[in-house]
């Protein structure tokens, strides 16, 4: 299928009232898995493609520090490997329960909606 005509396609769904009825039908199903796709599609085009620019910078990058490359519209910035340091909440928690008591923060996030496939009979990720 061509790829423009199908983010089109996708991106109508932008513009439609969403209701519960619409939400449970076929139809949505269909149109929803098709802007999913397109989603993917395009998110795997864009990593390529940083890819092949991270590809590029990373020699400069080893050769003389050069960790930018720029256009009128984007910089694009090399950035090293790096490791860092992360506390494992679980053993904490085991090991030392009043200080993981005494380091918990609390903190509040929006609302979501999360999106999952239903499973089928005969589906191979059963």
Do not use: H, W
């Not at 009232?17 to 864009?46: G, I, M, R, W």
């Not at 590809?55 to 009128?72: C, F, H, L, Q, R």
């Not at 950035?79 to 494992?88: C, E, G, H, K, L």
């Amino acid at each position: 299928m061509n790829k423009l005509i199908t983010v089109k396609q996708a991106e109508a769904l932008s513009n439609v009232e969403v209701t519960k009825a619409l939400v449970e039908s076929p139809d949505f199903a269909a149109q929803y898995a098709l802007l999913k796709e397109t989603y993917e599609a395009l998110k795997a085009v864009k990593e390529a493609v940083d890819g092949k620019i991270r590809d590029m910078i990373a020699p400069m990058y080893e050769e003389d520090g050069t960790s930018k490359v720029s256009n009128t519209r984007y910089n694009y910035t090399y950035v090293a490997p790096t490791t860092s340091a992360t506390v494992d909440t679980d053993k904490l928690k085991k090991e030392f329960p009043e200080v993981y008591k005494q380091c918990i923060k609390t903190s509040s996030r929006k609302a979501t909606v999360k999106v999952t496939e239903v499973k089928t009979v005969g589906d191979k990720n059963e």
